[in-house]
């Protein structure tokens, strides 16, 4: 059903229509009997999906928004019916944002992609992971900076959106890495993950220990070797410094080095079950945190 002007016996200016077979119904500018021009199209009668825009010949070209019945929205550059050109995407189902380039319907270009992880307790500001930087087919790729809730902050190379190649990876506590990354990981130590490594600088939640703990069951004692292998390679990345070094770091004092030995054991407990083979792994892990407390206390 059409209501509107029409010219030539084809709707043509401004005018209302309404599908009889499917919940979709168009208002908005015609021409030669095709949206052209400003209109807003309905995709269902809740109301809950629809656009609103520009068309050329029935094609959203130009300016618009899109509301899905999922509750994202997209506001920005359309082409031949895909986001394309500068446009926004907020994910309300996963609480995340994305400004910047587009082609084609996916991120490509510069910018900046945010996750919303939960609001601060009195404050109107929520703790946020952020992505400033090159995107590529939607993926991180090429180079940008990635801020983690925590204040932790890496900037460098990307590939599929893991960190590969050179790259500067600042903790919350001010240490500092520079050099190549390799698949998402510090490439001197291949066998530990980045987010182990700060463990401490990143927001993990309930849930996320308990997929931890879930997957440490299932992989049983090769998986409790493994993860002794990694805190070990984490001992090296913290080892103490010499004698001779130990006055171009003025800053160190015995109360901060204790500090990481007692958030190391806090660790510890979180991630190893007393079982009997898990007890043993435990037991080495122990005796080389020993050895590394006494290494601190000769040095301070």
């Known amino acids: 059903m059409y209501e509107g002007e029409v010219v030539n016996g084809m709707r043509n200016g401004f005018g209302m229509f309404k599908c009889s077979t499917q919940p979709v119904s168009y208002v908005g500018h015609w021409c030669q009997g095709k949206r052209h021009g400003k209109g807003?199209?309905?995709y269902n009668q809740e109301g809950t999906s629809w656009y609103e825009g520009d068309w050329v010949y029935n094609i959203k070209k130009g300016w618009g928004i899109r509301c899905y019945k999922s509750g994202n929205i997209y506001e920005g550059q359309w082409e031949d019916n895909m986001r394309h050109?500068?446009?926004k995407m907020r994910w309300l189902t996963t609480n995340e944002e994305y400004t910047g380039s587009w082609e084609r319907g996916v991120q490509n270009g510069f910018g900046t992609h945010t996750w919303f992880l939960k609001r601060i307790p009195n404050s109107q500001y929520p703790l946020r992971n952020e992505y400033i930087g090159e995107f590529v087919n939607g993926c991180r790729h090429g180079h940008g900076k990635f801020?983690?809730?925590s204040g932790a902050m890496y900037a460098g190379e990307w590939?599929?959106?893991?960190?590969?190649?050179?790259?500067?990876?600042?903790?919350?506590?001010?240490?500092?890495?520079?050099g190549p990354f390799f698949n998402d990981h510090i490439a001197q130590?291949?066998?530990l993950e980045v987010e182990f490594i700060s463990y401490l600088d990143l927001p993990v939640d309930d849930a996320q220990i308990d997929r931890q703990?879930?997957?440490s069951d299932s992989a049983g004692w090769a998986g409790q070797k493994g993860m002794t292998a990694s805190l070990q390679a984490l001992l090296v990345f913290l080892e103490p410094p010499t004698p001779a070094t130990v006055c171009s770091r003025p800053g160190l004092s015995l109360g901060c080095l204790l500090c990481e030995i007692l958030l190391l054991i806090l660790f510890s407990q979180v991630q190893f079950k007393c079982t009997f083979l898990q007890g043993a792994a435990a037991l080495g892990f122990l005796f080389t945190l020993v050895q590394f407390s006494q290494r601190?206390?000769?040095i301070a």
């Open 213 to 215: 703990r879930k997957s």
């Open 296 to 298: 601190y206390l000769l």
């Open 147 to 149: 801020y983690y809730a």
């Open 40 to 42: 807003s199209i309905y």
């Open 85 to 87: 050109g500068e446009g």
């Open 189 to 191: 130590f291949p066998d």
């Open 159 to 178: 590939v599929s959106n893991k960190k590969h190649g050179m790259g500067r990876l600042t903790f919350k506590n001010g240490r500092v890495y520079e």
